[in-house]
T-cell receptor, first 111, second 115 residues
Framework: KQEVTQIPAALSVPEGENLVLNCSFT??????LQWFRQDPGKGLTSLLLIQSSQREQTSGRLNASLDKSSGRSTLYIAASQPGDSATYLCAVKEYGNKLVFGAGTILRVKS | GAGVSQSPSNKVTEKGKDVELRCDPI?????LYWYRQSLGQGLEFLIYFQGNSAPDKSGLPSDRFSAERTGGSVSTLTIQRTQQEDSAVYLC?????????????FGSGTRLTVV
């Protein structure tokens, strides 16, 4: 059974700092991996998607990497801003209908 | 509508009562998903509808849970004889089949509290 773990569970950083969020998964037979952002009381917003054949994806200040063989992904956020404060969720899509999510990292960027 | 709409946004119910949660997906989206998010845990897959195909119910935790999707649009998740462990946020998502996976659009969820 696929399990997704995110470390750390919570992170508080000063504005402007670069930071890394970690995601690990137990079964490397994945179709793709996605990073989502969740704001309080709102749904999920997809940030980046990495296909199983890819190593990384970039969008603005965000960069996500994937090491499928070791079951790891990282989300790098450059020059963090208070508006980046949210819960970040990692999810893997297996060959089927569902995404398997981690519990998330709660990020707080202090101004 | 412009997004996935879920109602109610909050629901408090007494243990043993039945509840119905509603999801209005984006018009034209053929795939619809229900997930459950318990405190401190990741989202847990419940059920998946795709067009007129038989739904994938593999994530439903017990036979107290059921869901239907009428006319390929609105979906209702029903929980019978609610228990305290059913307390969670129930999220609905929709997408167009064949669309890049980040075509998932999630609703804001229904926060269910069983007292």
């Amino acid at each position: 059974k696929q399990e997704v773990t995110q470390i750390p569970a919570a992170l508080s950083v000063p504005e402007g700092e670069n930071l890394v969020l970690n995601c690990s998964f137990t079964d490397s037979a994945i179709y793709n991996l996605q990073w989502f952002r969740q704001d309080p009381g709102k749904g999920l917003t997809s940030l980046l998607l990495i296909q199983s054949s890819q190593r990384e994806q970039t969008s603005g200040r965000l960069n996500a990497s994937l090491d499928k063989s070791s079951g790891r992904s990282t989300l790098y956020i450059a020059a963090s801003q208070p508006g980046d404060s949210a819960t970040y969720l990692c999810a893997v899509k297996e060959y089927g209908n569902k995404l398997v999510f981690g519990a998330g990292t709660i990020l707080r960027v202090k101004s | 509508g412009a997004g996935v709409s879920q109602s109610p946004s909050n629901k408090v119910t007494e243990k043993g009562k039945d509840v119905e949660l509603r999801c209005d997906p984006i018009s034209g989206h053929t795939a619809l998903y229900w997930y459950r998010q318990s405190l401190g845990q990741g989202l847990e897959f419940l059920i998946y509808f795709q067009g007129n195909s038989a739904p994938d119910k593999s994530g439903l935790p017990s036979d107290r849970f059921s869901a239907e999707r009428t006319g390929g649009s609105v979906s209702t998740l029903t929980i019978q004889r609610t228990q305290q462990e059913d307390s969670a946020v129930y999220l609905c998502a929709s997408r167009m089949k064949g669309q890049d996976p980040w075509g998932y659009t999630f609703g804001s969820g229904t926060r269910l509290t069983v007292v």
